[in-house]
Structure formats: C-alpha cells, structure tokens
C-alpha cells in the first residue's frame, strides 16, 4: 500500500543514477525515515536545485535508508535522471497515479478497480439487489446456506427451524415469518450456541416476523 504523508523534504547526498541516500532535512519539513518504516512504498518527486529541468517523478522503495527509484515520469520521459549537483527529494501524488473526481463527484479517470484477490470490477456495486433467497416450509427445517428469508406454514404442524452455527456466518442475517397455522413456529441454536443467550426462540403470534444476526459467536435477534 502507498504511504503518504505531507512536509517531507530531504536532500539527497548520493548521485547519478543509485538509489537516494539522505542528507540534510529541509527547514521546515520531516524527514523520509520520520514517516516510513523499511518496507514501506512512497511517491516521491526530486528535481535538481541548480537545474529544475531535470527531474523525476516515481514511486519509491524505502529500505529504511535509501529509497529504491522506479521512475513514473521524468524530464527524460519515463527514464530515471543522472542527477548530479545538488538535488532534493519529497514525498508526492502524481497526477499519472491519482485517482479524482470532476465536478458532479463522479470519478472519471479510471475505468477499472484490481483487487488484491486480482478480480477487477468496472462498474460501480450499489447495494441493491432484486430478490433475496426464500424457503416457504411446512415442516421441521435446517437453514441452508443460502437461505436469506424463510416463511413458515404451520398448518399441519409445529415446526422447528434448525440454525447453522454462528462461527463462520458472521454479519449474515435471517429473516423468519410465522405466515399461517396455528401450531408453534419456534427456532432452534445449533450445539452450544445461542439466540439472544437462549438455546431457543419461538415466534409468539401468527403473521410475526423475526431478523436474526449473526456476530460469529452466537445469534442475535434485531
């Protein structure tokens, strides 16, 4: 992940072409290794003072005293400068590495998201979904583990519907609606856990709906 942070400016003492060694802190600013641990990645942008044409603009690589160069942009075009003479170095967000909104708030500089799980999304999730997976029942069930809604007839009969564990489910809700009959409708916990600190829990009227919740310890009612 790219570390930034702001007022960081240092001169560099190494030259040409290695890797930047550095000198003093510029007055009024940090220093590279006040703000990064060895490991971390950084933008960075260091120009010759003599000399402002000659500059580069890269991510960078802090081994905990040097930052390793990989150019991004340069005054030689994407080539890393022979610097000599004086040269400082700070911490920077390259345009070519930004990612911005225009003025409706609508990012339009990327047309795709890679994840680290290297799936790539290129349209925008909204949350919303048309349908959610139901079970009408009319007798003892186990959830499934795709149910999201189950309604219950108890017509014929009590009916027990069977919890899966908690552990593993967490942040899953259920919903459960007792829609006609007149024998209990009651849910059951699963091994030791439990619903709101009890093993059990019936729906007390016809026609009521129950959310559970699960924190992957136990499940709760909402």
């Known amino acids: 992940m790219i570390k930034l942070f702001d007022r960081v400016k240092q001169n560099i003492s190494s030259s ?8 003093s802190v510029i007055e009024g600013y940090r220093s590279f290794d006040s703000v990064l641990s060895s490991g971390d990645i950084t933008y960075y942008t260091a120009e010759n003072i003599a000399a402002p044409y000659q500059w580069e603009i890269g991510s960078g690589f802090f081994d905990g005293s040097q930052l390793v160069r990989y ?9 890393a400068i022979n610097f000599s003479g004086s040269v ?4 920077t967000y390259p345009a070519t590495g930004s990612v911005h909104a225009d003025g409706n708030r609508h990012v339009d500089n990327i047309s795709s998201v890679e994840f680290n799980d290297s799936t790539t999304q290129v349209t925008a999730y909204t949350g919303c979904r048309t ?3 139901y079970q009408n029942i009319s007798s003892h069930y186990s959830v499934g583990d ?18 899966p564990y908690a ?16 024998n209990q409708v ?5 091994g030791s856990d ?12 016809r026609k009521e709906s129950l959310t559970l919740i699960s924190n992957n310890q136990n499940w709760h009612l909402i």
């Open 16 to 23: 040409g072409l290695s890797n930047f060694s550095f000198g």
């Open 71 to 79: 150019p991004v942009v340069s005054s030689s075009g994407v080539s």
């Open 88 to 91: 400082f170095c700070f911490i």
């Open 131 to 133: 349908a959610l997976s």
């Open 146 to 163: 795709n149910d999201e809604m189950i309604f219950a007839d108890s017509t014929s009969s009590g009916i027990n519907i069977l919890l």
């Open 167 to 182: 552990s593993g489910n967490g942040g899953r809700q259920l919903r459960i609606k007792w829609v006609g009959g007149d």
């Open 186 to 190: 009651c849910i059951l916990a699963t």
């Open 194 to 205: 439990t619903i709101d600190d009890s093993v059990s829990w019936c729906i007390n009227y």
